[in-house]
């Protein structure tokens, strides 16, 4: 008998080994696959690669015999995720680009190119698990630690994951890269894609230099006392301790840690002692806008880890309603974060959601 097909998959290729994996894997479990290959904006000054990742995306399709399709977000990413992160940066915050990237691209824009165009589900190579359970969709981390990518999928709802697969987020990337040559992808040796979402690897103070001038300013200690000197305060994310200069320094001198910035008068604060007061038994508490849950509220007085960035320390908190969409979590120690960080909770495994810093 002729092997049945499922329902139609658009798949997003990168021209990278998960993605062009994901395929391969639905196509194997008799899937209708079509492989879509996101077109996203770059600036000039940014080697062009995404001509080579089209091409290599073109090769994956061919050689799996499966459809290719150009979804086009280069207006959705330039608005959406490049101009909202420099301006939170030029407004002093520390924005997120992979989680806007997500939501509003691959899950957004592409979801939105799927739907139109007849597809029952999207995929992509998220290292992330989406487990139906009882008509409940909850988004889980994957059990590759150092792959795991649920911190940037904070802002999905059921109604996303309804339509989501993830057909690699169950395996460690050895696995993946196993599958790759099993299934002879033309890519399977290919290394992996880095740095921020479609554009790669980039210093950010460099990228954003081309969109917010630089202003010298002062470094300041704990005591408001001059002691070096930095090239803009924009540029700056609690909790950094590179980029700016010391000039009066002691022997005793450790690292120094950004613990505060003023734009206005350009300014920025810094510590050496942050790490020792992290010992100490007192607590952080930082209040989220913007929060979204995917399956469930939190609850008051429940015992949740928390990620101030990715692939940070999971770290236990407890989260209060304060008002409308708004909570507040505190930490169980001293943490240093930024206003429009991410933050990601979870109930062991199981991803709930997050919000941004106030």
Not at 158 to 166: A, N, P, S, T
Not at 170 to 183: G, I, S
Not at 294 to 311: L, S, T, W
């Amino acid at each position: 008998m002729a092997k049945e097909i499922k329902k139609t998959v658009f798949v997003g290729i990168s021209g990278g080994v998960d993605s062009s994996v994901s395929a391969a894997v639905l196509k194997k479990q008799g899937y209708n696959v079509v492989g879509v290959f996101i077109k996203t904006w770059s600036p000039d000054f940014i080697e062009c690669s995404w001509k080579k990742e089209r091409r290599d995306a073109m090769r994956v399709c061919a050689h799996l015999d499966i459809p290719f399709l150009e979804c086009d977000a280069e207006e959705s990413y330039k608005k959406e995720v490049a101009d909202y992160m420099i301006q939170e940066y030029k407004e002093g915050r520390t924005p997120n680009p992979d989680v806007m990237c997500n939501r509003m691209v691959k899950f957004g824009i592409f979801g939105k190119f799927a739907k139109e165009n007849g597809a029952d589900f999207i995929a992509t190579g998220h290292y992330a698990i989406n487990d139906n359970n009882k008509e409940k969709f909850l988004l889980k981390k994957s059990p590759d630690k150092n792959k795991d990518q649920s911190y940037f999928l904070w802002t999905l709802t059921q109604e996303d994951l309804k339509h989501i697969l993830f057909p690699i987020g169950h395996l460690e990337k050895t696995n993946v890269r196993k599958l790759a040559k099993e299934f002879k992808i033309p890519v399977a040796v290919k290394k992996d894609s880095q740095g921020v979402c479609f554009l790669g690897p980039l210093d950010m103070k460099d990228f954003l230099k081309h969109f917010i001038s630089e202003q010298k300013g002062n470094v300041l200690n704990e005591k408001k006392e001059v002691i070096g000197y930095h090239n803009g305060a924009t540029f700056f994310t609690i909790g950094e301790r590179h980029g700016f200069v010391i000039n009066k320094k002691t022997e005793k001198d450790r690292p120094y840690y950004v613990i505060s910035k003023d734009i206005n008068n350009n300014t920025i604060t810094v510590s050496d002692n942050f790490l020792e007061s992290q010992k100490e038994e007192n607590k952080s508490v930082i209040e989220l806008i913007n929060t979204n849950w995917i399956n469930e509220i939190p609850r008051k007085n429940e015992k949740y880890q928390a990620q101030i960035r990715y692939h940070g320390e999971f770290l236990d908190c407890e989260i209060f309603k304060t008002e409308q969409s708004r909570y507040k979590i505190s930490f169980n120690k001293n943490i240093l974060v930024d206003k429009g960080q991410s933050v990601v909770l979870y109930n062991k495994d199981i991803c709930l959601g997050g919000g941004i810093v106030k």
